[in-house]
Nanobody
């Protein structure tokens, strides 16, 4: 089992930045790939970013590439998402996910956090 707790969401103006964090406990953190997803009201959950177990490979959704950066610290059991140049369309609940599978744009989450709200004002 892996327990995930997100933090760092909030309200930001368009063009601003936020940094989301996800703290993991349970199984060895370095044994799982990690990812971020988001879901806006009335929409499906979308892939945002993923990172491999070692942190050497990173993947991004097309709409966030060059603006968002995913990172992980296996010593601290955390994964982060630095979000820059935020747009109103980035507003959503952001979820952290852990996967026993391979990191990539089609990462399948085996464990999920409760989500953190990101609101972007125009």
């Amino acid at each position: 089992q892996v327990q995930l707790v997100e933090s760092g969401g909030g309200l930001v103006q368009a063009g601003g930045s936020l940094r989301l964090s996800c703290a993991a406990s349970g199984r060895t953190f370095s044994s799982v790939a990690m990812g971020w997803f988001r879901q806006a009201p009335g929409k499906e959950r979308d892939f945002v970013a993923a990172i491999s177990r070692s942190g050497s490979l990173r993947y991004y959704g097309d709409s966030v590439k060059d603006r968002f950066t995913i990172s992980r610290d296996n010593a601290k059991n955390t994964v982060s998402l630095q979000m820059n140049s935020l747009k109103p369309e980035d507003a959503a609940v952001y979820y952290c996910a852990a996967s026993h599978g391979v990191a990539g744009r089609n990462l399948q989450g085996d464990y999920w956090g409760q989500g953190t709200q990101v609101t972007v004002s125009s």
